[in-house]
């Protein structure tokens, strides 16, 4: 069973930047694909952003791209989303999650269903 916890949230005006962190525990046999996904009230979950268990392909949604980047750091069992240039509507729960690897092939990694792993999710909030 592997245990995820999100933090960094917080409230930020607009044009700020916000570093989230997600540390896992728990038994950790084998590297995962990690995620980050965010859910606005009234909304369905989404993808923002996926690194592959070894760091080498990083994937983003559109509204991510250029703005957020995704890193991990396996020796401390986190994974980051550094997210610049906010916006109002990027106003959110946001959530890790951990999957069993491989998922980049047919946009697998963009899917909820194929994380067996969730956190609770921190709390970003963007003010215009």
């Known amino acids: 069973q592997v245990q995820l916890v999100e933090s960094g949230g917080g409230l930020v005006q607009a044009g700020g930047s916000l570093r989230l962190v997600c540390e896992a525990s728990?038994?950790?046999?084998?590297?995962?694909?990690l995620g980050w996904f965010r859910q606005a009230p009234g909304k369905e979950r989404e993808f923002v952003a996926y690194?592959?268990?070894?760091?080498?392909?990083?994937l983003y949604s559109d509204s991510a791209k250029g703005r957020f980047s995704i890193a991990r750091d396996d020796a401390k069992n986190t994974v980051y989303l550094q997210t610049d240039s906010l916006r109002p509507e990027d106003t959110a729960l946001y959530f890790c999650?951990?999957?069993?690897?491989?998922?980049?092939?047919?946009?697998?990694?963009?899917?909820?269903?194929?994380?067996?792993?969730w956190g609770q999710g921190t709390q970003v909030t963007v003010s215009s």
């Open positions: 999650a951990a999957g069993v690897p491989p998922l980049y092939a047919d946009n697998r990694f963009s899917r909820t269903d194929n994380y067996a792993y």
């Open positions: 728990g038994y950790i046999d084998n590297p995962y694909d």
């Open positions: 690194i592959s268990w070894n760091g080498g392909i990083s």
